[in-house]
Structures are given as structure tokens and as C-alpha cells.
């Protein structure tokens, strides 16, 4: 496995509390994404970054903001949670430029209540 | 926009027969397109990718621009092939598109 590592791996949380996801590489890839999948809709992309400080929108980023203050960490920030984002959460990376293929981190299941 | 479409929620094949997963996508240019497998307790991971031309554990996709499509296939499924699939387009960027995944079970 590439070195992608998810923290935490698991959460329960409650409606209206902030919650922050961790990845971390040490492949110092340029790229970074954060996925969530959910059934019937496959992986949808929330947002993704194309070097630290740098970051962009996917198509499900409402009610998400992200971080990437070093090469190798990306954080996903839930403001305040809601049930539809209970999810499995997916990080995924990549070194950019061409057909690059993205690796993707083990995922973290997070249930809202 | 770009849209990956895969038809096929659930597929069930029997063992040793011949499998076939559909992907169409929709896009206006030349795109990339890849099919990742998830295996049971395993991460996603690239399973082949359009430009390669290349099959990987027995599979092979092929781009066809005409219909639009890029199914993937083997010709004899094997038990360790169940897992879920995902086909995934690139237009442009370095952001993926995926389909909504197939749900491949293959019967003993």
C-alpha cells in the first residue's frame, strides 16, 4: 500500500458538532483528494488540493472545508454535522501530470446521530 | 460536464464464464479512463487504465469513442474476482470522475 494513513478510522458523532479527518502521506505527492461513498452513488469528490495552501472544490463540497498547510497532511472539516454526511470517507493521492494513477487510504466510516 | 455511467448495480457470474462490466461516459473531449477494483477489506486500487492497452489479471478494457464506452471483460471469471468496480474518467485535470460502481459476485 502506498503511504496513506486516515485518522480516525471510525467516529460516531452527534448532528451540530465539528469533526475533522486526518490523511496523511509520506509519498510527498503533489496532489491530494478527499472522496466520500456512499451506495447508489459510488465515489463522489468533496475537494481536492494541488499543493499546500492550494485547494479547489469537487462536486459535493457543501458543508465541507479543507486544509493543506504541509505537503503531507489534508484535513476535511465537517463545520457541523449532519446525518446525510454519514459516509465512508476516502483520501486519495497522487504525484499529477499525465495518467497518474490515485492511491487511495484505507477510509474512515463516519456515522452521524 | 463529464458523467461515468455504469448500468449494472449487481452482477453475478458463475465461475469460469464470461464477464463483462459496462462503462459509458460522457464527455466532449479525449478522456482517460480507468477502472478501479475494491476488493473485500482491501483499499481501491487500479485494476487498468485505457492507455496502457494492457490486462491485468485477466482483464481487458477497450476504449470505444465511437459508442462512448469502456467495458471492462475476462473471458473465464475466477471466485477471487468478487469485488466492486469502479469505472473513472479524466478530462482534463487531475480530478477523477467515477461511475457508480458494480458490485461483481462471482458464483462457485
Known amino acids: 500500500d502506498a503511504g496513506i494513513t486516515q485518522s480516525p478510522r471510525h467516529k460516531v458523532t452527534e448532528t451540530g458538532t465539528p469533526v475533522t479527518l486526518r490523511c496523511h502521506q509520506t509519498?510527498?505527492?503533489?496532489?491530494m483528494y478527499w472522496y466520500r461513498q456512499d451506495p447508489g452513488h459510488g465515489l463522489r469528490l468533496i475537494h481536492y488540493?494541488?499543493?499546500?495552501?492550494?485547494?479547489d472544490k469537487g462536486e459535493v463540497s457543501d458543508g465541507y472545508s479543507v486544509s493543506r498547510s504541509k505537503t503531507e497532511d489534508f484535513l476535511l472539516t465537517l463545520e457541523s454535522a449532519t446525518s446525510s454526511q454519514t459516509s465512508v470517507y476516502f483520501c486519495?493521492?497522487?504525484?499529477?501530470?499525465?495518467?497518474?494513477?490515485?492511491?487511495f487510504g484505507p477510509g474512515t466510516r463516519l456515522t452521524v446521530t | 460536464a463529464q458523467r461515468v455511467t455504469q448500468p449494472e448495480k449487481l452482477l453475478s457470474v458463475f465461475k469460469g464464464a464470461p464477464v463483462e462490466l459496462k462503462c459509458n461516459y460522457s464527455?466532449?473531449?479525449?478522456?482517460?479512463l480507468f477502472w478501479y477494483v475494491q476488493y473485500s477489506r482491501q483499499r481501491l486500487q487500479l485494476l487498468l487504465r485505457?492507455?496502457s492497452r494492457e490486462s491485468i489479471k485477466g482483464f481487458t478494457a477497450d476504449l470505444n469513442k465511437g459508442e462512448t464506452s469502456f467495458h471492462l471483460k475476462k473471458p473465464f471469471a475466477q471466485e477471487e474476482d468478487s469485488a466492486m468496480y469502479y469505472c473513472?474518467?479524466?478530462?482534463?485535470?487531475?480530478?477523477?470522475?467515477f461511475g457508480t460502481g458494480t458490485r461483481l459476485t462471482i458464483i462457485p
Open positions: 485505457h492507455i
Open positions: 509519498e510527498n505527492h503533489r496532489y
Open positions: 486519495a493521492i497522487s504525484a499529477g501530470g499525465g495518467f497518474d494513477e490515485q492511491y
Open positions: 464527455y466532449s473531449g479525449s478522456p482517460e
Open positions: 488540493s494541488y499543493g499546500v495552501k492550494d485547494t
Open positions: 473513472a474518467l479524466r478530462g482534463g485535470n487531475e480530478k477523477l470522475t
